[in-house]
């Protein structure tokens, strides 16, 4: 079995900064991708960024202000977001591509941590 483990959200004021954690446990034979996605009430959850081997993509809104890395050591993927926004208020989820030591390959969530920007 494999969990994702999400942390750092929660209150921060307009222009403010947070990082975002989300740890890999369980019977993990690679981690191949490691993304972030957020979704507000009533919406669909849209990519924000994504990381896989040396490349990282990024939505257009956070281009500049948000920054995806990864501590493979760890199977930890980070997400620092700067330049806060209130629009940027949304549940933010992790999403893994993980091959198990079963070489069984799908993709996992994180339970989701809210951040909100207000002043």
């Known amino acids: 079995q494999v969990q994702l483990v999400e942390s750092g959200g929660g209150l921060v004021q307009p222009g403010g900064s947070l990082r975002l954690s989300c740890a890999a446990s369980?019977?993990?034979?690679?981690?191949?991708?490691m993304g972030w996605y957020r979704q507000a009430p009533g919406k669909q959850r849209e990519l924000v960024a994504i990381?896989?081997?040396?490349?990282?993509n990024y939505a257009d809104s956070v281009k500049g202000r948000f920054t995806i890395s990864r501590d493979n050591a760890k199977n930890t993927v980070y997400l620092q977001m700067n330049s806060l926004k209130p629009e940027d208020t949304n549940v933010y989820y992790c999403?893994?591509?993980?091959?198990?030591?079963?070489?069984?390959?799908?993709?996992?969530w994180g339970q989701g941590t809210q951040v909100t920007v207000s002043s």
């Open positions: 990381i896989s081997g040396g490349s990282t």
């Open positions: 999403n893994d591509l993980i091959a198990t030591i079963s070489l069984q390959e799908r993709t996992y």
């Open positions: 369980g019977s993990i034979f690679s981690i191949n991708a």
